[in-house]
């Protein structure tokens, strides 16, 4: 007797899962060009460093801003919490892995001051800087005119999961139309992980669109609740979306692959499976210049009642211009990620990322220990 | 030249080879509802504890009620064939892991007093409690009156393996119809993992069925016998039984997922595989109320010539209302799981179990690791 | 540009990533019957011992055809080499890893004494019990009128890969139907693992096939030559040809599953993959009453110019009568095979090994973790 | 709501993935013919020694010519940019693991001399033995002439991915028709892995192809760049390109594996895949003659801005005899390569290559776990 199928599950795919394959067509790394364009906004490499406080503070922006990328301020998050955030940082740094979870849920306890967001806003204009903010949806209406006053070059409205349609009693569904009229400027929203959920969201007319639910390494999400899709194929059906979208409006919005990348390779695969643009967490949270002094954390992590992440060590690894741009040493791939994506994209004929999109990829889950179990054989 | 096929073997999914797709539509957690209905009983969370002598004791099922769920009491364990159990369950804490199994053949192999299972049961209802409580399809008939004329709530007939149609030299088969009359309270009957004997068993007039074989951490049953189904495929497939039976009846036989959950993100993914309910050991074992005293070990264990189970330790993990319902500092998924549960409904837009069913689910093996392996790079 | 297809890789299964499901109709254990039938031989149990030094000695072939199965005597190992192997397998047990083979090397470089052959056959027949002995294709049409002549009951011709056409400089082919008529007695050929090879071994009149081609713990030859299949695909091929044999010619050849098994469940699922029997090395090894002190070699091992194979330490389990019959406190599934299989048969409702056969399996990877990565998590 | 599929992932496959199925005929291993041809070049065993400053020195690839094989000599390495060579080797081999890579990385920024080239070349030549060089794309019009001159016998074009139509501002894209012309002797150009870069390359009138990306145990080119296919996988695609352009040109253009291998069984799983020869550099690197001094790097390791690779240690197992023909007591198939190849060829039926291409082979990734964990259950 044959069994009725209750549900279908598709295979999805993550980045250990897939390899990129060579092009027909060879070019030279030096005349791909990778600029990211969200709406108006344009940058000249397509990385963007992630809303989290082990990764950027006032300082972390500036830099990141003069490498050519963009980094994302947390407007809830210890710098709008904390005159001298630095202090905390230290305090969590300090801390020993039992004490960490109960010391941040007290940390994140505290109230935001709005005097802080406009100040910080205006330290990282002041240096001549792009300044990209990030709140949850719950909070975005009320801090909108904030941002948009203190002059704020792009606005991240962000959560674990963003719809375009939530229901909730305690605030209205935020309406993502009228919030990119009261900002007036380029609003990227997130985190979604299906071709749907992006349709509906860039329907709604944000300017770029995050991919990723939960792959972070300061994230334990899957665990927690059972919620994700990989990388990969996140990517590839969000990218899918855009396409759908971009087919019906005439209208480009970049996917933005977040979370769960760990080294070069990782990066050139969430472009080969249709990203515009990467954010990372972890790898610039090793960087010398981050605010997180060799820790990392989620932004889920304090939650008071259903903590989901962890304090990682992920140490200190070089600085910020040695993992962007190199030179190095180190040969694992975490360093000199431009030129890895440079390289990757001279190997597939690729002028630029739109033609670095159409790449072939196989699934490939033996490519992770092929030739490497060699040290295992020897050791 | 071509091969003939022998047998198919269909594709089946476990835990963690799954991972739940956020709705399109999001709604605040609050707004869920999670009861369930058994027959004409109703609890307000879908979460029942095993009828394990690591588990469930009196206390532990007054707590149980208490806090809204159910817990079963086994009515072959220690609680009835020792007037102080708490004496035994110190003694197998006590053993070394040596000892262990050989403890377990002896403690077991005392017989059962049939008058400490009215008292058991009492002691329980005394205390204004629901009181569920299990047994052996061999005993099932033999029991059933001392169970319904002590007041018990909820009748469980329980081995690794359950079918309608059970042929016996030694004892006539059991009919679970006749075996409903008799007692006149909802009958609970299990285990099982394939679609044709869920049918069969709800087609006896059975109340809910329990699914899963050998899933459980203090079970080695598919080592020994070979035997099993990994649980997210078991409740797919008993779950498109329970709506060919509903189809076919109008009547709505409750589907409970029992064993294998580690953490709040497996009990998610067990809802939208199509559970009504959910039966944990392992987790519980954990409660600093449970009986176990840190130690855990199946039921199956003790055989005296064939033993399937292994003592192991599970420790003391915090209270049962802290793995229930938080509030928690542990951020690997082990606490708050009805937070996870309606958090993770929430983000898939379902108001209820009904429609947590509807979620969408991937094949994603990669999201086990994606993300993780940071803290493997940098060890 | 679609690719075209060079080779075409069916999928294949081993014992681990396949699960047996229950039976709708489920029976006791004690109604089954297990008896083998290999042309006019009879035995009690479907379980033989391999044709291994640290496994079958005249001792433990008399010890094992007592308890209903039979054990084969390797006519090319040290009990026709030495007049007193027990000094050699001594020696063995005694040895360093890195010692051990090149004194296997060595051990197996003495010539055989044809005259031994006879001894050890008449030694086990003079106990009453059943005597099976092997040889290797080349030495078969040599050894086998002194095989007859001593009296043996079953003539067993193994190599790591039988054909039933091998093309040969240095002999004549050998021909298995002159071979049955010089012999006289049934006659099992191995190994093999596919189809179309089993079936073209049945139409030259054997009397069985074993099954495997390096799947066992002590062989390495899927490392160094990279052949092989798993078992439970090489099963289910076998079983297809068996079963299409017996279609063409009305005449039954049992499929013996050899090699790979390390547990219970490994045995219950080569019976539902179409077994008819299984030959246990590694498992038996571990016997107490077995030569190999211990541990455990191939017979490929002591290969002069290519050895394949590892002299793995096995220790010492149990009694054979325990491992095949109980009682047992181990619960990992290495003891009771005899009652493990029956009741996983009774389980599948399964009254003898035919009916086994049609149990169904599920391509199940997740069962080995499953539930038992608690201890790891709580580690 | 179905999902456009944004990209398609073929399923590809790696040494340890699959197994190779044992033929219906059986063969002597002695009566196998394992000859390699190279346009007019042919040596008697499809063995050759990779391009490795670890592997090739002038004495190892006299030493592997004398053996029936061919090494390839660096011409970009330290042989030709240092008159004693040895001393830079031992310098590498002392440090320590941190120093490694910068070490490499100066090593390599010393010029090339190119009197070098020619006497490392009549240096070989002069021992009667052939001589093999390689160089990348971006020297070999400049290298050609030299290489002729002195008196090479085959010269190799070889880079991490080389394409026939390669874009680049600083040198015209390299045609390999011309080159051909101006050596005069057979040109093998790689390294590749898809079907349409073989079939462009082997248009161009090469002699032979290199298959393989970053499957090598001193590579790390996958977790830098994400790029490469599993060598199964490749090899049989480039065969399938071999064979399509022998049907149109009636020119046989010899597939040669490159990198991967640990083991007798990958090589014989290579030619089963298609290979016509095999290029090897951990294995050789273990050789007690290889330059490494049982060290081994990647030629990519010494990159000033983005080096991929890392210095491993291998060991020293054996001669380089008894790695290709034994006799040895090591039995993971690290050693007799030659007799393995052989031996595997023979219970596949194959009487040359061109038959073993022919041999069934299985997808099982069981197969590396099968009976393995026996070790790991004892221990």
């Known amino acids: 007797m044959s069994v009725p199928e209750y549900k279908q599950l598709r295979r999805s795919y993550g980045f250990d899962e897939v390899a990129i394959v060579p092009g027909d067509v060879t070019i030279n790394p030096d005349q791909t060009n990778i600029e990211l364009k969200v709406d108006s906004f344009t940058c000249s ?25 963009v980094a994302v301020l947390n407007l809830e998050g210890v710098q709008t919490r904390y005159d001298d955030p630095g202090e905390v940082l230290a305090d969590i740094a300090r801390a020993s892995n039992a004490e960490a979870t109960p010391l941040l849920q007290k940390v994140y306890s505290q109230p935001i001051k709005e005097s802080l967001i406009a100040e910080r ?19 975005a209406k009320r801090f909108a005119p904030i941002v948009a006053e203190a002059g704020a070059d792009i606005f ?3 959560s674990t999961v963003t719809s375009a349609r939530h229901i909730s009693k305690s605030y209205r569904g935020l309406s993502f139309s009228e919030l990119r009229q009261l900002v007036g ?59 759908q979208y971009l087919a019906e409006s005439g209208r480009y919005v970049p996917v933005i692959t977040d979370g769960g990348f760990r080294k070069g390779g ?38 008071p009642v259903l903590p989901r992440g962890t304090r990682i060590k992920v140490g200190t690894a070089g600085t910020l211009e040695q993992i962007l741009y190199g ?14 994506l440079r390289t990757a994209m001279g190997i597939c004929g ?24 060699w040290q295992l054989m020897r050791a």
Chains 1, 2, 3, 4 share one sequence.
């Open 156 to 158: 991240v409205v962000q």
């Open 266 to 303: 990782d990066l050139c695969k969430a472009f080969a499976a249709g990203a515009d643009a990467v954010m990372l967490g972890s790898i610039f949270a090793q960087a010398k210049e981050a605010p997180g002094l060799g820790y990392h954390w989620g932004m889920a992590n304090p939650h």
């Open 45 to 69: 490499i397509p990385i963007i460093a992630s809303a989290m406080d082990a990764v950027t503070d006032v300082n972390f922006a500036i830099l990141m801003s003069k490498m050519g990328g």
């Open 185 to 243: 400027i380029p609003i990227i929203v997130g985190n979604c992980v299906s071709y749907t959920a992006c349709l509906e969201l860039a329907r709604t007319g944000v300017s770029g669109v995050l991919v990723g639910v939960g792959p972070g390494a300061a994230c334990t999400s899957r665990e927690v609740l059972g919620i994700g899709v990989p990388q990969i194929t996140a990517t590839m059906d969000c990218a899918a979306a855009r396409d």
């Open 327 to 340: 030179p190095t040493s180190v040969t694992d791939g975490s360093q000199n990620l431009v030129g890895a």
């Open 121 to 139: 806003i205006q330290a990282i204009k002041k240096a001549g800087a792009t300044c990209a903010v990030s709140v949850a949806p719950a909070n």
């Open 350 to 373: 690729a002028f630029n990322v739109a033609e670095m999109h159409k790449a072939e990829m196989v699934f490939a889950p033996a490519i992770t220990t092929e030739g490497k179990s």
